[in-house]
């Protein structure tokens, strides 16, 4: 198993320019320009083999996309190494290009007024692939996608689903050895997501393509990713199996109930850790296996209005997992 | 009051897209300049006097007719056309207890007054450098009844431009009737050169039209070629035109409402 | 180099397509290109009704240098007007980053995903008044060959201009009027190179590129050119056309250094 992607030591930082308000500010600005330095990656390094799927998991603003855009060569890194495909990326070689695909979010190349098969042509002028590869890479994908019949129809007519579709064929023609896959079900409903889901997995399997998704959802990664990092704050806090990940931070449940009448904290304190305690809400975090249990006797004991049970949020386990590394 | 409130908003608005309306103004500027250019030489190689024009009241001209226009003529019409009716915003107004001619109105003002702005920076840098090109009235009688005609003029451009915006309602493109319209403006208001220096009977048509009211006047007012008489009179036919144009705005939004809440867009 | 000329005329095959889609669209492309084409004729025939000789020009070669400036901003819509119109919606809302993806040169993908046939009404019509107007002299074969050439040339400089401000659109992002005011500065072509003489040297060595474009070419065909002034043509579209690449390269990586 050959690693593709090899970063080293990656730092990226920004120069924010500091002003002070008002007219004032603005002439103090002409004088003596201020700066702060925001660090949006602070020393990462990883590798990634051929054909792993890995997820990049972590709250909005960590860091995630950014490090996607170095990947790509979309950014130039302010230090380190970054290798992919032996290609330093931000160089953006023709033939390094031709070898990886982008796919960021609801960013759209298919010509609106066009059948989707003509962008699909316009791509395989771009990407120089061959007429063999082209036909049998197509009829791969729709068949995979299920869009025989709206690839002729004009991109304007179809429903978002195909068309989302469309996109990803699309970005895939040229059949890419590293995808990179920005936020992919950002926006779309439950079933569009499963099926999103489902068609990258299916297409990692096929074709051993090496695949890095990035997500704030923690559903895309466990449906995905053997392999996750989790970032925030611009900096690695694991790297490793997704598995390992849930047994040690996933072990809880939080429960947040709204009450009829005015209860005391103490009441419900011997049931889990009080997270939140705001009449009428309160949300308390309990044991996984015991979440069914204690929600029945909740339910029981207390005149409750409304009760929400959910997996503590992927927020809660990497703020988890930073303050631990800070002890 | 709510109206005032709307027009600060929009000032606010106006002063954050400084730059951008710096480019307006530029954008303005440019035609007006190449034009005063070609006069100089045309006057030139006449001997400096072209029907009355000399270099100085041309110059005057093309000064004026660079600052007026930028404060007068409004862009409101791609507004309505493009974004309330056809994209369907309007219904926003609809629902609303203002008058939308008022709406648009106190939206549009503030961006005239930053073009009307900088237009007074440039006049006084020119009073201060190029005092001799420029031929402006002295008379504080003329000069007041200019600035009412110059307000006049906004008031009738602003509420042509809402008539061709609710063009919209009927027209799937609208845009190639405004430009239709952009195009006779150009040549009868007086933005491509002084009326008076028209092909005498395409002048004699431009008069009987509303647009030479809109800028052509305003600026010949200015300059103190008139006298008083022929100052109301200016007045008067801007009234005129005005109550006509208030008039078929009414009938346009009447009918056009009625067809756009019947059918939607 | 036949890669890009496949991709090319693929993109020319779907904007032509793409025409046919929005019928009133069309049509209303073609009438704006008519307006404004007739526009430019009268309006040079309206200013000169009380003058015959403006800058050494008579009306027949100002009407002439107008049909010209239709021809090369007629070719110079066709090509690449609607692209330069995109520019600022692409960078502002980030697909310069799909474009930066993809295997090809991104000045290429920038200048020439839009052509606009409905220009060619405008070079037709420019052609028509030019073919009328030299009818009492027309021009040599090779003089016809030669004004090509400068045509292209022309077409060239004038797209560097453009290039060159639109560019500044990556670090100013909410100056999208500045198409409007590159239309504008287009119009000081419409009028003869020595008209601008009279300004001082600093307002006309900035204008001279703009001036020079169909001035140039339209002496050609009137034999009132000089060999000097092809020099100061063909080495002054070179020089801008580097400047505007390096610039543009220049941006791009002010872009991927900066944007997040």
Redesign the interface.
Known sequence: MSSIIQVNNLFKTYKIYKKDPGFKGSLKALVNRQYEELHAIKNISFTINQGELVGFIGPNGAGKTTTLKCLSGLLYPSSGKVSVLGYTPFERKSAFLKQISLVMGQKNQLWWDLPAVDTFLLNKEIYEISDEHYKKTLNDLVDLLDVKDVINNQVRKLSLGQRMKCELIAALLHSPKVLFLDEPTIGLDVVMQKKLRDFIKEYNNKYGSTIILTSHYMEDVRQLCKRVLVIDRGELLFDGKLQDLIKEYNRYKLITIIFEKEIKKKDISKFGEIKEFELPKAVLSVKREESSVITSKLLADFPIADLNIEDVGIEDIVRDIFLKKRK | MRYWKIFLLNCQTVMTERAKSFVWFLVALIPTSVLYLYWRGALISNGGNISGWTISTISTYYLMLAILYSFIMAHIETSVAREDIQQGELTKFLVKPFSYYLLKFFAETPWRMLEGFYGIVILLLFTLFFKNLLVITADPIIFLLSLIIIILAYILSFTFKMILGLSAFWLTDARGFHQLFDAIIIISAGLLLPLSLLPDFLAQITYRLPFAYMVYFPIISLQGTQNLQQLIYIIMMQLIWISIMAYLYSVAWKKGVGKFTGIGQ | MK?YF??YT??LG?NF??LT??R??FI?SI??SI??GS?TF??IF??T???N???GWTREELLLLTAIYNIIIGAFHMVFSKNFERFSEIIH???L??L?????DPQFLMSFWFFNYTSLFRIIAGVVFAVLLLNSQPPSLLSLALFAVLGLVGIALMYSIWYMISTLIIK?T?????I??LY??N??AR?PQE??R??NVFAFSFLLPITIVVTVPTKLLISKATFADFILFLGTSVIFFICARMFWKFSL?YY?????
């Open positions: 890669r496949k991709i693929t993109l779907m397509q793409t889609t929005y009133a669209n209303n009438i704006s307006l404004w526009m009268i309006t309206i200013l009704t009380r003058t000789n403006v800058y809302f980030g697909r980053d799909g930066l993806m993809k295997p090809v100013f909410n100056l999208s009027n500045i409007d005011l504008q500065v119009g000081f009028f008209m601008f009279q300004l990586r991927t250094s900066a944007s997040g």
